[in-house]
Structure formats: structure tokens, C-alpha cells
């Protein structure tokens, strides 16, 4: 079955320090992989997309995501957190043409 | 960037009326629409598609008499809830994405809605 996890419900980080959200997918070929932020009370906004070519992409407010086919994942990265990257992270992916298939979200909460 | 407006963002209402929530494309020609529900501490649940000029395409166990979804023009898409109750209350958040399968999805920024 086509499904994406994201292993971790909720992390906390320093601001500054380093970030990585972790993301894994079941397809049975290279979907399209996205990553989405929500603010509480907001709608998603993308933060960085994979289609094909250099599987370092770069994102938004200094994300990144590296896809590896090998290991199924595509985990999202930022080399030191603000506060204001407090909020609910999705991992999705679809095919083209069909509808965003999302994780659970992981929640980050960034502290002083 | 694609912009996605969703209206209204919050809506109070009796139990037993209608609602109707509308997602437009203001910068984009959105071939196809797509309507999420989210449970509070939740992921998104897809409700429907649905693609311009066509009927919606409802997800198992999703009521299509409950949740009317119009999609009439390349820019524009309701979601009505008929007869609302108090358990339809949640937030519903709609996306829209252009024809080319190169493009993401962009959402709304949903619409909260309370049935007392």
C-alpha cells in the first residue's frame, strides 16, 4: 500500500541547533515528494518539492531535503532553527497526477 | 507564488443549516481541486477531487449528499455542507493544483467551522 511515515510525532529542538525530520515512503516506483509546513490555524504551505534530477533540493526559509531511493526517505533538514520554525511538518507524495498522499506530521517546538 | 484563497476562514452556525465554503485560484488556472478535512492534532484526510467541469470523485466513506462539491470554472470550487451537525464541525482546507502533473498542490488556508 502506498503510504508515507513520518516516525516522529513530535521533536524539540534549541534555536539555533540543527534540525532533521524524517520521512519514509512505500511506492512502487520514485514518487513526487514534497514537504509542507502548517502554522495552528493555517493552511500548508510548501517548503520544498522532488520531482527528478540532483537529489539535494533546496527549499524555503534555508530547508533542505535529500532523497534516497535506496533507503525509501526523504528527511528534511535546516542547519539551525528559529523560532519562528515552530510548527506541524507534513511529508507527502503523489504520483502526478493523483492526490498528495501526507504522514501523520511531525510537531517542532523550538526552545530558548 | 500560486496563491490559494479559501473563504470564509471561520464560520459559526445552528445545527441543521447549510454552509458553503469557496476556494478560488487567484494567480492559476487549477484543473483540479482537492478538499481536506482536519481533526485537531491531526493529519489531513482527502475528502474529494474534483477537476473543472466534471463531477467530484468522493473518497470511501465520505457522504457526497452531505459534502456538495461545484467545481465550475478554473478558478473556482465550493464545498457546501448540507444540513450541518455538530460532528461535522472540524477544519476543511482546500487545494488546488494547475494541469501541468509538474506542479504542486496549493492549499487554502482552511476554514474552521463550528455546528452548534
Known amino acids: 500500500a502506498q503510504s508515507v511515515t513520518q516516525p516522529d510525532i513530535h521533536i524539540t529542538v534549541s534555536e539555533g541547533a540543527s534540525l532533521e525530520l524524517r520521512c519514509n515512503y512505500s511506492y512502487g516506483a520514485t514518487p513526487y515528494l514534497f514537504w509542507y509546513v502548517q502554522s495552528p490555524g493555517q493552511g500548508l504551505q510548501l517548503l520544498l518539492k522532488y520531482f527528478s534530477g540532483d537529489t539535494l533540493v533546496q527549499g524555503i526559509k534555508g530547508f533542505e531535503a535529500e532523497f534516497k531511493r535506496s533507503q525509501s526517505s526523504f528527511n528534511l533538514r535546516k542547519p539551525s532553527v528559529h523560532w519562528s520554525d515552530a510548527a506541524e511538518y507534513f511529508c507527502?507524495?503523489?504520483?502526478?497526477?493523483?492526490?498528495?498522499?501526507f504522514g501523520k506530521g511531525t510537531r517542532l517546538s523550538v526552545i530558548a | 507564488g500560486a496563491v490559494v484563497s479559501q473563504h470564509p476562514s471561520w464560520v459559526i452556525c445552528k445545527s441543521g443549516t447549510s454552509v458553503k465554503i469557496e476556494c478560488r485560484s487567484l494567480?492559476?488556472?487549477?484543473?483540479?481541486m482537492f478538499w481536506y478535512r482536519q481533526f485537531p492534532k491531526q493529519s489531513l484526510m482527502l475528502m474529494a477531487t474534483s477537476n473543472e467541469g466534471s463531477k467530484a470523485t468522493y473518497e470511501q466513506g465520505v457522504e457526497k449528499d452531505k459534502f456538495l462539491i461545484n467545481h465550475a470554472s478554473l478558478t473556482l470550487s465550493t464545498l457546501t455542507v448540507t444540513s450541518a451537525h455538530p460532528e461535522d464541525s472540524s477544519f476543511y482546507i482546500c487545494?488546488?493544483?494547475?494541469?501541468?502533473?509538474?506542479?504542486?498542490?496549493?492549499f487554502g488556508d482552511g476554514t474552521r467551522l463550528s455546528i452548534l
Open positions: 494567480d492559476f488556472q487549477a484543473t483540479t
Open positions: 507527502a507524495f503523489n504520483s502526478g497526477n493523483t492526490p498528495l498522499v
Open positions: 487545494s488546488a493544483r494547475a494541469w501541468d502533473r509538474n506542479q504542486p498542490q496549493h
